[in-house]
């Protein structure tokens, strides 16, 4: 990240093979000195697969159909 800032600061940087460094300024400004050492305060580092792609079906819980689904709470018995 150190190295990437040097020449793409403020904008998005691609962390191969499978994360982003999104700008968010104010970030881990001072609190961490690690994020200071590696380059990372004032940036979110996000999963491309991940937290900025729409949520997808999987594979589980087995025996449901594909695609999206609203569980709702059964009525209590009363």
């Known amino acids: ?18 994360h ?6 104010g970030l881990a400004d001072g ?14 580092l996000w999963r491309k697969a991940g937290g900025i792609e729409f949520p997808s079906t999987g594979q589980t819980p087995e025996g449901l159909s594909a695609g999206m689904h ?4 059964r009525s209590s018995p009363s």
């Open 20 to 25: 982003q460094a999104l700008p968010h300024p």
């Open 1 to 18: 990240m150190k190295e990437a800032r040097k020449t793409q600061e403020g904008q998005v940087i691609e962390l191969p093979p499978e």
């Open 31 to 44: 609190l961490f000195s690690g994020a200071v050492k590696e380059g990372t305060s004032g940036y979110a």
């Open 70 to 73: 609203v569980f709702t709470p």
